[in-house]
């Protein structure tokens, strides 16, 4: 693969972005040339050319926390790179797992703020405010039954017509299935752990 370099940056450098390839975080920012570039793909480690040490560089060459190679994207006006890659630890030299002290965790958007109240509503425990906080109140019994009550009425509207009640009956279903995670002390990324085992 031959990368044309933009040759208006300095030294022959371009900026390469890191991302995880299944979270789709970002992990850091390098800067490449074509010589890294190459060792990158033949050696399926990222490796830059660092500016500090005048020199290739392989990230992990010293921690062993090497970015394994996934996939190169060049941008529309190819002067920057997008480098997917799988973390063998974590990216950031202080240890953290990003360079902008950011835990590199699966983030379902609205579904993980979800996750995020209904963890707040349970700490803060005021039952008498909160449904959420009242369903934990009366047990993981309750929890699981009303995930069946929910699971019923998802049912009988997917035999029916209506859509606007199919789909209120879905989100009913998915709010306290999501209760019922954390109670038993688990949220969503567990599940989708499990489903890519699964797949094949």
Excluded at 105 to 116: A, K, P, R, T, V
Aim: charged fraction near 30%; charge should be negative; proline fraction near 2%.
């Amino acid at each position: 693969m031959k990368m044309d370099i933009d040759i208006k940056s300095a030294h022959g450098l371009i900026p390469a972005i890191i991302q995880d390839s299944e979270t789709k975080n970002v992990l850091m920012l390098g800067y490449m040339n074509e010589e890294s570039l190459q060792k990158t793909i033949e050696t399926q480690k990222v490796t830059f050319f660092s500016r500090s040490k005048q020199r290739l560089w392989t990230k992990g060459e010293e921690s062993g926390n090497f970015l394994n190679l996934v996939s190169i994207k060049n941008d529309c006006d190819g002067d920057t790179l997008l480098i997917q890659a799988k973390p063998v630890g974590p990216t950031c030299h202080t240890g953290a797992d990003t360079c902008w002290q950011e835990p590199n965790e699966e983030n379902y958007g609205f579904i993980s703020q979800l996750e995020n109240t209904i963890k707040t509503r349970r700490e803060n425990a005021d039952s008498e405010k909160s449904y959420v906080a009242s369903l934990f109140e009366k047990g993981i019994n309750k929890i699981a039954q009303k995930v069946g009550e929910e699971a019923v009425e998802v049912v009988i509207e997917a035999k029916d017509n209506n859509d606007d009640l199919f789909l209120s009956e879905s989100a009913d279903l998915l709010f306290h299935y999501l209760i019922l995670l954390q109670a038993k002390g688990y949220q969503l990324n567990d599940v989708v752990d499990v489903l890519k085992k699964r797949q094949k």
